[in-house]
C-alpha cells in the first residue's frame, strides 16, 4: 500500500486505543471485568455489539458466499422477517435472560438446571468456541497480507520470518492488551468506537466503488452470465446452487429462532446494558443500524466478481489470477511453486509447443487454447466494434468459452496439476486458501489510493473488534463456568480478575498455535457450522425451552446437548478424513458402489435442493446438513424426556426476578393480555420514542421488507414471472437507493447518538457510589446466584413451600 493509505489506516487505530486503553480505571470488581457493570445504553450495546458481532473473518466468509452465490439466494431469507421482527421487539430470549441477572450462559444453566450440567455444558461450550475461534487470527492475518501486498517471508537479524506469523501475533498481542486492562468496559468502548468510525469510512468505499463500476455495464452483465438453475440474480432459478443454497437459508431461520442467544461469542453484551428494558431496546435498534455493511460487503464481493467476469476488465485480471495462484501456492506448497505459468498466457505457436512439451499433462488442454475453445475472445470482438453485453450474449449461448473460474487451478497450471496428483489433500487446502483470498487480493488492484487505506482501517478495526470480544467471552467461560463451579468457593476480586486474564491470554496462545498449525478444508460459513454445531447443535433447545419451559428438565437438557454435540462431532472427522482415509478405503474395498446408492436414496426425495454424492474431494453431506441434524434431533429429545421427567414445574418467577422475587433492577414486569402492542414488545416501560422506534421497525420489516417486497414479488413471479433483468435493475434500486438512504439517515442517527450514549456512560461509570458487591462473582448456590441469596431467603420465607433448594 502506499505511505497514504497506511497513515490513513495508522490514524483512527490509535485514536481508538487511546480513548478505550483509559478506560481500565472504571474497573472495580469482577462484574465489571464481566459484564461492563451492567450500565451501558441502548446506543453503546447496539453500536459496540454489531461491530463485535461482523469480524473480519466473517467478511472474508461473506466474500465467499457473495462470490459463489450472489444475490438470488438472499432473496428467500425475506421470510425470517416476520420471526425476526417478533424476537426483536419482544426481546425474544435476551429479555429474560437480562432478567436471571446471569453474567454467563453457563451460570443460568446452573441456575435453571445444575452444576454438573453447568460445568459439562462450558466444556462443551468452550471447546465449540475456542476451536471456532481459532481460525480467526489465520484469515484475518491472511487477509491482510494479500490485501496490503506484505511478502511472505522477511530477513531480519540474519534469519528469515514469516509475516504471517509477524502479523497473527502483532493483532493478537494488541487485543489481549486491550481485553486484560479493562474487561468488558474496555472491549465494549473499542467496539462502540470503532463501530461509529467506520460508519463514514464505510460511506467512503461505498461510493469509491459505485464511481469505478457501472451496474447496468459492468456488474450486472457479469452476474447474469450464469448457467441455468445457478442464477445469483434470479430467486426463482437457484435450484442447482450447492452449498449455498434455499436449505442453507432454511438451517438459518431454524438456527435463529432456537440457537437465539447460543453462541456465547458475544456474552459480555448479552448481561451489559442498564436493565433488561435497555438491553431489548439496544436489540431492537440492530434493525437500522446495519444499512451500511447491508451494502458494502456484497458490493465488495460482487465487484471483485465482475472484475474476474466481465470482459472488461480482462488486462487487469491476469496479473490478480498470477500473483493469486502465485502467493497461495509459495505459502501452501512451497516445494511445488515457482513462476506461474498459465495456459491462457501462451500466444505464440512456439510458446504453446514449448509448455506442452514441458507440461504433457496439459497437451489437450493446450490444443483446445489453440483451436480457440478456450481463449479470450472477447478483445477481438471489441475491436470489430461489439459491445461489452455482445460479449457477454455471446458466451451465454456459448458461442464463447471465457470463464476464470470453469477451470480448475490443476487444469491450468502445470504445478497444481502435480500436487494435486501427488497429495490431493495438501492441494485441497491449498485451493481453499486461494478461493479465501481471491476477492480480498483482488480488492487491492479494484481500489484507488487511499479508498485502499479506507477499507485496510475498516478491515483492522474489525479484526480486533471480534479478537477482543471473543478472547473476552471465552477466556471468560473457562473461568466462570468450568473452574469456578469446580472449586466450588470464591475467589478473592484480585485472584478473580488474574485468573480471568490469564486465561484469556491462553485462549490467544492457542488460537495462535491452532492458526499456524490447522489449515481449512471448506468454505469458512461451512467451518463456523460445523464447528458451532459442537454446541449449538444442543445448546438451543436448553436456552429457549429453559426460559420459556418450567416443565423443562435436566435430564432433557443433557440429552439434547450431548446428542447435538455428537453428531457433529461425528461430522468433523468424517469430512477431515474423507479425502485423505476414508474415500481411498472404500475404493480399497470396492464399497463406493453401495456407499453411494446409500447416500443417493436418502437425498433422492429432497432433491434438487439436497444431493449427496460420493466424490473423492469432499464428504457427501455438507456441514449444514450436520448441523439441522443435530438441531433436529435435541429438540426432539430434550422434548420427550423432559415431558416423560418433569416431577414439579421449575420457579421461573425467581429465576426471572419477576413479582415477588423483583430486585429493583429495571421496571417491574406485569403481565398483560395479547394485542398488537404486546406482539410488538411495547409494555408500560416504553417511551413515546420507544414506541416510535418500534413500530419503525414494524413498518419497515412487515410491511415492506416482507409484505411487498417478499410477499409481493413472489406473487407477482407466479403469475407473471420477471425476466432475469427486471431482477438485476430491483437488486440495484434495493441495495443502493433504498438501503443507501437508510445508511444515509442512520450514519448521523447512530453517530450522534452512539456518541451521547458513549459519554452518558462514562458518567455513569464516574457516579458509581456503593462499592462492588463481591458476591456478584458468577456463583450459584440451590439455584439463585449467590449475589441474590439474601433477598430470596427474606422472600420464600414468607411463602409457604418455598425453599431455595440445597
Not at 491476469?318 to 501452501?332: D, G, S
Not at 443502493?736 to 458513549?758: E, K, R, S
Request: contains cysteine; aromatic residues 14%; hydrophobic residues 50%.
Amino acid at each position: 500500500m502506499h505511505w497514504i493509505d497506511w497513515l490513513i489506516v495508522a490514524c483512527p487505530l490509535l485514536l481508538v486505543l487511546f480513548i478505550g486503553l483509559r478506560t481500565h480505571r472504571y474497573v472495580t470488581g469482577v462484574a465489571d471485568f464481566l459484564t461492563a457493570g451492567r450500565v451501558a445504553g441502548r446506543y453503546v450495546v447496539s453500536v459496540a455489539s454489531g461491530e463485535a458481532a461482523m469480524g473480519l473473518v466473517s467478511l472474508v466468509a461473506i466474500f465467499e458466499m457473495y462470490y459463489n452465490s450472489g444475490f438470488a439466494f438472499q432473496f428467500w431469507s425475506g421470510i425470517t422477517a416476520p420471526i425476526g421482527l417478533f424476537m426483536g421487539l419482544t426481546g425474544y430470549c435476551i429479555y429474560r435472560f437480562r432478567e436471571s441477572r446471569a453474567m454467563t450462559m453457563g451460570q443460568f444453566f446452573e441456575m435453571r438446571y445444575s452444576r454438573k450440567f453447568r460445568i459439562f455444558a462450558a466444556i462443551l461450550q468452550s471447546i465449540s468456541g475456542v476451536i471456532n475461534y481459532a481460525i480467526f487470527p489465520a484469515v484475518s492475518a491472511r487477509f491482510i497480507i494479500y490485501y496490503c501486498d506484505i511478502p511472505q517471508h522477511f530477513d531480519f537479524l540474519g534469519m528469515t520470518w514469516s509475516s504471517f506469523h509477524l502479523v497473527m501475533l502483532l493483532f493478537l498481542s494488541i487485543a489481549v492488551i486491550v481485553v486484560t486492562r479493562g474487561g468488558q468496559i474496555t472491549v465494549m468502548v473499542c467496539d462502540c468506537v470503532q463501530g461509529l468510525l467506520n460508519y463514514p469510512l464505510m460511506a467512503i468505499v461505498v461510493v469509491a466503488i459505485l464511481l469505478n463500476f457501472s451496474w447496468f455495464d459492468d456488474m450486472a452483465p457479469a452476474l447474469l452470465d450464469r448457467a441455468p438453475g445457478k442464477s445469483m440474480l434470479n430467486p426463482f432459478d437457484v435450484s442447482k446452487l450447492r452449498t449455498f443454497n434455499l436449505f442453507y437459508v432454511f438451517v438459518g431461520i431454524i438456527g435463529s429462532v432456537f440457537n437465539r442467544m447460543a453462541w456465547s461469542g458475544t456474552q459480555g453484551y448479552n448481561a451489559a446494558a442498564l436493565n433488561a428494558h435497555e438491553q431489548k431496546m439496544g436489540q431492537v435498534l440492530g434493525t437500522w443500524r446495519s444499512a451500511f455493511n447491508i451494502m458494502l460487503y456484497p458490493l465488495l464481493a460482487i465487484g471483485a466478481y465482475t472484475i474476474w467476469h466481465s470482459a472488461r476488465f480482462e488486462e487487469k485480471l491476469m496479473p490478480i489470477r498470477q500473483e493469486l495462484v502465485q502467493t497461495a501456492m509459495a505459502e501452501m506448497a512451497p516445494a511445488y511453486s515457482g513462476e506461474i505459468i498459465l495456459t491462457q498466457a501462451a500466444e505464440s505457436s512456439a510458446e504453446r509447443e514449448n509448455l506442452a512439451a514441458k507440461y504433457p499433462a496439459q497437451a489437450k488442454l493446450l490444443n483446445e487454447f489453440v483451436s480457440g475453445k478456450n481463449t479470450y475472445a472477447a478483445p477481438a470482438l471489441q475491436e470489430s466494434g461489439a459491445t461489452i453485453a455482445d460479449v457477454h450474449a455471446l458466451r451465454r449461448k456459448g458461442l464463447i468459452k471465457w470463464d476464470p473460474d470453469a477451470l480448475s487451478l490443476s487444469e491450468t497450471d502445470a504445478r497444481s496439476a502435480t500436487l494435486k496428483a501427488e497429495n490431493p489433500a495438501l492441494h485441497k487446502k491449498m485451493m481453499t486458501i486461494h478461493n479465501q483470498m481471491r476477492v480480498p487480493l483482488t480488492l487491492r488492484y479494484m481500489l484507488p489510493i487511499g479508498i485502499t487505506g479506507v477499507l485496510c482501517a475498516i478491515a483492522i478495526f474489525l479484526m480486533i473488534s471480534t479478537d477482543t470480544t471473543y478472547l473476552h467471552s471465552w477466556g471468560s467461560i473457562i473461568v466462570q463456568d468450568v473452574i469456578l463451579p469446580i472449586r466450588g468457593r470464591a475467589f478473592t476480586p484480585r485472584q478473580h480478575l488474574n485468573i480471568l486474564r490469564l486465561s484469556i491470554t491462553g485462549v490467544a496462545a492457542f488460537a495462535f498455535v491452532f492458526s499456524s498449525i490447522f489449515a481449512q478444508v471448506d468454505y469458512i460459513m461451512m467451518f463456523f457450522a460445523i464447528t458451532g454445531a459442537i454446541w449449538l447443535g444442543g445448546a438451543g433447545s436448553c436456552i429457549v425451552f429453559g426460559l420459556y419451559w418450567k416443565r423443562g428438565t435436566s435430564v432433557g437438557a443433557w440429552a439434547a446437548l450431548i446428542s447435538g454435540s455428537s453428531i457433529a462431532t461425528a461430522g468433523i472427522l468424517l469430512q477431515h478424513f474423507w479425502v485423505g482415509g476414508i474415500y481411498p478405503w472404500l475404493v480399497n474395498n470396492n464399497m463406493v458402489a453401495s456407499v453411494s446408492h446409500v447416500f443417493e436414496t436418502l437425498s433422492k426425495p429432497f432433491e434438487p435442493i439436497i444431493e449427496w454424492r460420493v466424490t473423492p474431494d469432499r464428504f457427501p453431506v455438507n456441514s449444514q446438513e450436520i448441523y439441522f441434524l443435530a438441531l433436529l434431533v435435541s429438540i426432539s429429545l430434550y422434548v420427550m424426556l423432559s415431558l416423560l421427567t418433569c416431577k414439579k414445574p421449575f420457579n421461573m418467577e425467581r429465576l426471572l426476578h419477576r413479582g415477588a422475587y423483583h430486585s429493583g433492577d429495571g421496571p417491574r414486569y406485569i403481565k398483560t393480555n395479547w394485542s398488537w402492542t404486546k406482539i410488538l414488545g411495547i409494555d408500560s416501560s416504553y417511551t413515546r420514542g420507544d414506541r416510535i422506534l418500534a413500530w419503525s421497525v414494524f413498518i419497515w420489516s412487515f410491511v415492506f421488507r416482507f409484505g411487498i417486497v417478499f410477499v409481493g414479488f413472489i406473487i407477482w413471479n407466479l403469475i407473471s414471472p420477471w425476466p432475469n433483468q427486471w431482477w438485476a435493475n430491483w437488486f440495484w434500486i434495493d441495495y443502493i437507493y433504498v438501503m443507501g438512504l437508510n445508511a444515509t439517515i442512520t450514519v448521523f442517527w447512530f453517530g450522534i447518538c452512539g456518541t451521547l450514549d458513549l459519554i452518558r456512560l462514562f458518567k455513569r461509570l464516574e457516579s458509581r457510589t456503593s462499592a462492588a458487591n463481591v458476591l456478584d462473582d458468577g456463583r450459584v448456590e440451590g439455584h439463585v446466584s449467590t449475589a441474590d441469596l439474601a433477598m430470596v431467603a427474606e422472600v420464600e420465607s414468607h411463602i409457604p413451600g418455598e425453599n431455595i433448594d440445597k
